[in-house]
């Protein structure tokens, strides 16, 4: 079992940079590349929060889980 990232298509949908989203979120660009390469083991509520208000968008958008 796997969780998909899709930050990166949510902000093409949206049309928003990593480093404006970065901004809007108040996390680093590096942060935020972690997390947009699924590579992050977890994420704040609060993150998740705030990046679904910058991208207007609900988690489940953002969050995807795939069963192997």
Do not use: H, W
């Given at each position: 079992?796997?969780?998909?990232?899709?930050?990166?298509?949510?902000?093409?949908r949206?049309?928003?940079?990593?480093?404006?989203?970065?901004?809007?979120?108040?996390?680093?660009?590096?942060?935020?590349?972690?997390?947009?390469?699924?590579?992050?083991?977890?994420?704040?509520?609060?993150?998740?929060?705030?990046?679904?208000?910058?991208l207007?968008?609900?988690?489940?958008?953002?969050?995807?889980?795939?069963?192997?």
């Amino acid at each position: 079992m796997s969780i998909i990232i899709n930050v990166d298509v949510m902000m093409a949908r949206r049309k928003i940079s990593s480093g404006e989203l970065a901004e809007r979120v108040g996390i680093t660009p590096a942060n935020l590349s972690i997390l947009k390469t699924g590579k992050a083991k977890a994420i704040r509520f609060s993150t998740l929060e705030a990046i679904c208000n910058a991208l207007d968008c609900q988690p489940g958008d953002i969050l995807e889980y795939k069963n192997d």
